[in-house]
C-alpha cells in the first residue's frame, strides 16, 4: 500500500501548520499528514486546491499542478499530462472550483498520479461533502 493511502492522505500534503480537520491524534509519519479517514484527506486536498484560486490567483491545471507537484520534486510534466488526460481537460483549462464533478475529477487523477492506484470516488465525494 502507498504512503498516501496509508496516511488517508491520497495526494500526500505534506505536515505544515495548518491544523486540518480530520487529523489522526497520532501522526506517525514525519513529513506527510496522516487523516483519520480518506475522505479527510481527499477534502483537505479540495480545500488546498480551492485555495490555489482563492488565496494564490492560480487558476489553470498547470498552475495547480506545478504547485503541488514542483519540479525539484516530480516530474511536473508528466504528472500535468497524467491529470489532462484522466480528466481530458486540457492544461491551460481554469476548472470551476464550486463545480463538485470537475473537482473531483481532478483529485482522483492527481491520487491517481501519487498513488498509481485508481481512486473511489466515493471517498473522494464523501470529502467533498465534508468542505
Not at 483519520?36 to 482563492?54: C, D, I, M, S
Request: a positive charge; proline letters at 5%.
Amino acid at each position: 500500500m502507498s504512503r498516501g493511502l496509508r496516511n488517508n492522505n491520497p495526494l500526500n500534503i505534506r505536515k505544515n501548520n495548518t491544523k486540518w480537520q480530520g487529523l489522526a491524534k497520532e501522526q506517525k509519519d514525519k513529513a506527510f499528514f496522516t487523516f483519520v479517514a480518506p475522505e479527510w484527506g481527499y477534502r483537505a486536498a479540495l480545500r488546498t486546491l480551492q485555495n490555489y484560486k482563492r488565496v494564490h490567483g492560480l487558476t489553470t491545471i498547470r498552475q495547480w499542478v506545478s504547485r503541488w507537484a514542483p519540479p525539484c520534486e516530480n516530474d511536473t510534466e508528466a504528472y500535468i499530462r497524467v491529470v489532462c488526460q484522466r480528466t481530458g481537460m486540457p492544461e491551460s483549462a481554469e476548472p470551476n472550483i464550486a463545480n463538485k464533478v470537475v473537482m473531483c475529477n481532478i483529485v482522483a487523477a492527481m491520487s491517481y498520479m501519487e498513488n498509481g492506484k485508481v481512486a473511489v470516488m466515493e471517498d473522494i465525494y464523501k470529502g467533498w461533502d465534508l468542505l
